[in-house]
């Protein structure tokens, strides 16, 4: 950085903004393992720098300041993924020598977003949070905030007033719009199985967990889901499967699923209990799906210590406790996510519960 200091009290006023964006710099750069939201703040009035920032964290938010439209940019050009959202001062300059003018600044940032989000498939939500009267930007604001920030009926937030609130929302509307990108891309087959399978009385809580788990396995933040909400979500599945003939209904006593009798009559395996041998006929899932559920079941145990396939040196919490990582957890969900697109093409195919095939019998015993 060629910035010239001042007898070693620090960089010469004409050098202070280049210091002062590149310090900023580089501490997102250090700080991209964080679980907070990282979200770009393009405003440069130093008095409330450090105070807002400080505000965020309570909303788990990593505000990060930029002094000039082209130095923020330059951020979001070379680590687009990490950004949850911007807020804008429409007082800010947009290049690091010229003045303040919002009718210069907003028309660049707004083209040169739009650009920048096209190319990356998902849309990035900004926000007006000034302290500027109203008359000098508020007929720039382009209507595609509308999009994800249509209750709020301002175009703009207050800084001495709106700020916190505007924090808060940001929180919802950053994983509205991160979660919108996956079920359109990556997970697309995915969250399109989902849907089928709502529409037929899937338990919302499957839905709710898988998209916890994506968000935390793609976007690197924290999940509240474990495996146990990945056992709780199979159960909902063998529900569904029961009620759609897929299963026996005798697998269901009072809403308590028979998950290991379940698994065992998919695996084309027979099953048998105090009352009733079940009996497969025609096998419904090939054997890499039957792997994959045995695996979920045998990992996803309701008992976390429960030793793992069967070994006798290695349980659930110590395997954790080694890796330190979510890898497991994201294996076990992917696994199951290829389970629901399996069975929403065969809902597909069988439309009705008359059309479903005797894919076992039932005997007394």
Known sequence: MNCKFNHGLGPEPSDFHSFFNQEIFNTYRMDDNSNRLKVM?????????????SEAKDYDIDLVNFK?????????????????????????????????????????????LAIECTKRGRKLPWYILTSATPDKFVDMVIESRKEYDGEWPNPYYEKSTNRTLLFSRIRIHARNSK???????????????LNSLYENGLHPHVQRTLEDIL????YSVETKSDFKSIRKSLEYLFLSMIK???????????????IIGCSKLLANKVFVTEKYKFIPIIPVMNN????????????????????????????????????????????VTLQFCDILIWYAKILEEYSTK????????????
Not at 83 to 111: M, V
Not at 215 to 218: C, D, E, P, Q, R
Not at 244 to 258: C, V, W
Request: with cysteine; net charge negative; aromatic share 10%.
């Open 41 to 53: 703040w393009v405003d440069e009035d130093p008095l409330i720098t450090l105070d807002y920032i």
């Open 68 to 112: 000039c439209w082209d130095d923020a940019k330059s951020a979001l050009v070379e680590k687009f993924d990490i950004w949850s959202a911007i807020i804008i001062d429409p007082e800010c300059k947009l290049h690091a020598g010229s003045y303040p003018n919002p009718r210069q600044l907003l028309p660049n940032l707004f083209t040169d």
């Open 179 to 193: 979660l919108l990108h996956l079920k359109n891309t990556v997970f697309k087959n995915i969250f399109k199985a």
């Open 215 to 218: 968000l935390a396995m793609h």
């Open 244 to 258: 759609q003939g897929f299963l026996p209904e005798k697998m269901n006593n009072a809403n308590n699923i028979a």
């Open 288 to 331: 890499i799906m039957v792997n994959n559920l045995r695996n979920i079941i045998n990992i996803c145990n309701s008992d976390v210590h429960a030793y793992v396939d069967g070994s006798n040196n290695l349980n659930l919490s110590d395997y954790l406790s080694l890796t330190e990582s979510n890898n497991l957890l994201y294996s």
């Open 354 to 365: 008359e059309q479903v095939p005797h894919f076992w019998k039932v005997e007394e015993i």
